[in-house]
T-cell receptor, first 115, second 114 residues
Framework: DAGVIQSPRHEVTEMGQEVTLRCKPI?????LFWYRQTMMRGLELLIY????????DSGMPEDRFSAKMPNASFSTLKIQPSEPRDSAVYFC?????????????FGSGTRLTVV | AQKVTQAQTEISVVEKEDVTLDCVYE???????LFWYKQPPSGELVFLIR??????QNEISGRYSWNFQKSTSSFNFTITASQVVDSAVYFC???????????FGKGTRLHILP
């Protein structure tokens, strides 16, 4: 099993540009989560999907952020336009629901720097 | 509302010492799950343990042990005979039974000095 795969590993972009982060969950996992990690705020849940449907997006900071899961094997997190305060490590995680929450498997993260 | 508090922001110990990382949680649910994750300097998040609210047995895995006490809402993590490779940020986390959201504490950065 290849685990949760995120791309790119690092992204440097200029303020105002659109940024797209990608995630491929573990095959068979039906829940997918996007987290953001910063020194100030720690690990924050942005949004999570169950069976490709967004369940809770209350953590999405503002309208500049959007996430999609067009199928069970792919999700994107888009920031448009990006701002320097969006600089963080973004993690994707997946889990198999219906088994009393055995915890997530995280991807390696995407380190985003907005200059 | 659910909350996880890791009061120790940073700890430094000398190699081979024992160290305990504290975790206090808040929840109104009777069914919930507690987790510990490790984040080494390389940055990935590694699952260490899961415990459900009905299982208060302490657990030991090699040099790692976990003490779950519902009476004090604590789920502490002890590393015995610490090693330099244990240096990492450790996160305690909580989830209820209604969905799969996991709420993380702010983490404790552990330095093991040679």
């Amino acid at each position: 099993d290849a685990g949760v795969i995120q791309s790119p590993r690092h992204e440097v972009t200029e303020m105002g540009q659109e940024v797209t982060l990608r995630c491929k969950p573990i095959s068979g996992h039906n829940s997918l989560f996007w987290y953001r990690q910063t020194m100030m705020r720690g690990l924050e849940l942005l949004i999570y999907f169950n069976n490709n449907v967004p369940i809770d997006d209350s953590g999405m900071p503002e309208d500049r952020f959007s996430a999609k899961m067009p199928n069970a094997s792919f999700s994107t997190l888009k920031i448009q336009p990006s701002e320097p305060r969006d600089s963080a490590v973004y993690f994707c995680a997946s889990s198999a629901t219906g088994v009393s929450n055995y915890g997530y498997t995280f991807g390696s993260g995407t380190r985003l720097t907005v200059v | 509302a659910q909350k996880v508090t890791q009061a120790q922001t940073e700890i430094s110990v000398v190699e081979k010492e024992d160290v305990t990382l504290d975790c206090v949680y808040e929840t109104r649910d009777t069914t919930y799950y507690l987790f510990w994750y490790k984040q080494p300097p390389s940055g990935e998040l590694v699952f260490l343990i899961r415990r459900n609210s009905f299982d208060e047995q302490n657990e030991i895995s090699g040099r790692y042990s976990w003490n779950f006490q519902k009476s004090t809402s604590s789920f502490n993590f002890t590393i015995t005979a610490s090693q330099v490779v244990d240096s990492a940020v450790y996160f305690c986390a909580l989830s209820d039974d209604r969905d799969d959201k996991i709420i993380f504490g702010k983490g404790t950065r552990l330095h093991i000095l040679p």
